[in-house]
């Protein structure tokens, strides 16, 4: 069936450097995607969304980019810090109802 | 606000029995959503409730059941655990139920199975 999938389980950047996390999706008709953070022992934490017909969105310190091209989006974090250590997620909001399928995840870990 | 509350934070079954878990918003959001999360995995949806009175299936609802109590409740209940329910379960709810509303999620129960 139709998954979204990430390239990399684990990032390791150093404080202070931009971290940037992949994210392919193979369902073509998508036209909604969303970043979600997850700390350890919490649910998932919104970070940042975009639309089909954007290549680019940028919040605070994050950016997102998609290339429906080759169906792959990714997440930008400038000037990562250590309370950026977290599990992120992309989602691909599916259907005419807001459901949404996930990722498996990549672990980014910020070292000193 | 508190958000998103979901109790118990942690619950250890043996196999075949029953339990309820429970989820509750402050937002006055009009959709809520169970989903479970394996481990290195992320979240798959079990069911959500589109609006109060409504319910349907998400991608894997077999071996559960939801109720919307009203606006502010929904739960899902285990009837008779299996070990393949081992897992940790997050409620959400977003302001309506169209494509492009941020979910916003509990902190999640963690549930096990012997």
């Known amino acids: 069936g139709e998954s979204v999938g990430l390239h990399l389980p684990t990032l390791s950047v150093q404080e202070g450097d931009n971290s940037i996390i992949n994210c392919a999706y193979s369902n073509s008709a998508s036209d909604y995607f969303i970043w979600y953070k997850q700390e350890s022992g919490k649910g998932p934490q919104f970070i940042i969304d975009?639309?089909?017909?954007?290549d680019k969105r940028q919040g605070q310190r994050v950016t997102v980019l998609l290339n429906k091209t080759v169906k792959h989006l990714s997440l930008q974090i400038a000037a990562t810090q250590p309370g950026d250590s977290a599990v992120y997620f992309c989602a691909e909001n599916t259907g005419t109802a807001s459901k949404l399928t996930f990722g498996t995840g990549t672990r980014l870990q910020v070292t000193l | 606000n508190a958000g998103v509350t979901q109790t118990p934070k942690f619950q250890v079954l043996k196999t075949g029995q029953s339990m309820t878990l429970q989820c509750a918003q402050d937002?006055?959001?009009?959709?809520m959503y169970w989903y479970r999360q394996d481990p290195g995995m992320g979240l798959r949806l079990i069911y959500y409730?589109?609006?109060?009175?409504?319910?349907d299936k998400g991608e894997v609802p077999n071996g559960y059941n939801v109720s919307r109590l009203n606006k502010r409740e929904f739960s899902l209940r285990l009837e008779s655990a299996a070990p393949s329910q081992t897992s940790v379960y997050f409620c959400?709810?977003?302001?309506?139920?169209?494509?492009?509303?941020?979910?916003?999620f509990g902190p999640g129960t963690r549930l096990t199975v012997l």
């Open positions: 937002m006055n959001h009009n959709s």
């Open positions: 975009i639309r089909s017909n954007m």
């Open positions: 959400a709810s977003s302001e309506t139920s169209g494509r492009g509303n941020e979910q916003f």
């Open positions: 409730s589109a609006s109060e009175g409504t319910t």
